[in-house]
Structures are given as C-alpha cells and as structure tokens.
C-alpha cells in the first residue's frame, strides 16, 4: 500500500506538469485558452478528470485481473487557430508534455547520479531499487535509501509518462506530431481527437505487450546512460 501512494502522488504531481506544459507552450505560441481557463497551475484538482482519472482506470484494472490500466488528466484546452505556427504548432503544444517529463526525470537523474558519486546513497542499492521497480517488487520498507526509492521511483513514471505519450494514436501527444508531417483533413483530425479515447483503449489493452516493452527499454536505457550503470 506505501507504494502504491508513492506510485500515485508522484503520477498525479508528473502528469499535472505535463499538462501545465501543454498549456504553457500554447501560450507562447499566442493562445492563453488555457491562461484563462486557470488551468496554468499545479493545483491537483483543477487537472484530475472523474472518468479518466478514476472511474476508468479502476474498471479496466478489475475487467482485465489487475493485469491492465490507462489513466488520463482532463486535457488542457487550446485553438489551434490562435497558434502563430499553424503547421507545427499543435506539435509543439502536444510535445511540451513529453519533453516536461523528460526533463523532470533528467534533474532527478542527474542529482541521483551525484548522490551516487559522493557516496550519499550506495550504488548498489540503486541497482536493487531499478530491478525492484521493473519486476514490481516493493520499494518502501525494503530498508534501502528513502531518497533513492523516492527518486527511482519518479524517474521511472515520468519516463514511462513521457514515452507512453508519444505514441502517434489519438488522442495521445505523438499523434499531433503525426498530425503535423501527414496531409490529414482538419475534420478528420478533429473527430479523431475527440473520439481517440474510444478507439486507444482496445489498441493498448491487446497490443500492450509490445508497447511497453519498447518503454521498457527505452527507460532501462535510460537509466543506464544518465546513471552509468
């Protein structure tokens, strides 16, 4: 149960970033929709949606044994039409969230890297924790570094965040980055958006071995060039 609040605050406090970046990246390229909106702040609340925050991901996690879940924040709004790139700058709005998460896990790393160097938290002890995260064995009460399970643990979902968003299927973040280098009619890149969740849902759910096996590796990866291990 530790864990699972760990897991969760830190998902909640990444995603918000996510989001915040979103709509900051809109804002400079000249749409302040999410400005006005008051949804540039970190407060929880005004970012957590009541079907996809909750209610979905309890139902797919008992409809699937536990072996499945896909949790979504309420979108930060933006018009496209108020962006001063009209070609690239849905891409740039949707690749802000990615990148925020990338950069959150690259502090956190290189500050775990430094702990690590300076004999603050043992290496080895990261070692045990990175293995423990990917095979789903606790973290908290393991008798290893707090700040280490902390951070481990936060690089690792924001990577996750940051990698799991920019698959290019809507209404995921990579999908306006598809959106940007494909000759797609605006209709039809509006109806997938809206209709995105309904279709990303059984896509995931049957090809999510593949899908997070690539994450996997790409957050192993990862670890080892921004930690040296």
């Known amino acids: 149960m530790p864990d ?23 804002l400079w390229q000249g749409d302040p929709t999410a400005k006005y909106m008051g949804r540039l702040t970190l407060n929880p609340l005004k970012h957590l949606d009541p079907w996809g925050s909750f209610f979905m991901p309890v139902l797919l996690l008992l409809f699937s044994g536990g072996r ?31 990148v925020s998460n990338i950069f959150i896990a690259l502090v956190f790393g290189l500050f775990l890297r430094i702990f690590m160097v300076t004999g603050v938290i043992p290496g080895g002890d ?9 095979s789903g064995v606790g973290l908290l009460g393991s008798g290893l570094s707090a700040i280490g399970i902390i951070f481990v643990t936060v690089i690792y979902i924001n990577i996750l965040l940051a990698f799991f968003n920019l698959v290019p299927i809507p209404p995921l973040d990579g999908s306006k980055l598809l959106f940007a280098v494909l000759p797609i009619r605006e209709e039809t890149k509006l109806y997938l ?37």
């Open 193 to 229: 958006e809206q209709y995105g969740i309904v279709f990303i849902i059984p896509i995931i759910f049957f090809l999510s071995g593949p899908i997070f096996s690539v994450i996997r590796f790409l957050e192993l990866l990862f670890f080892k060039l921004v930690l040296g291990i």
């Open 126 to 134: 990261i070692m045990i924790l990175i293995g423990n995260i990917f």
């Open 68 to 98: 499945f879940f896909f949790a979504a924040a309420k979108p930060v709004p933006y018009n496209p039409y108020n962006l001063r790139d009209q070609k690239f700058g849905p891409a740039i709005v949707g690749l802000a969230g990615p």
């Open 4 to 26: 699972l609040v760990l897991f969760i605050i830190v998902l909640i406090m990444s995603a918000v970033v996510h989001e915040v970046s979103h709509g900051l990246a809109a």
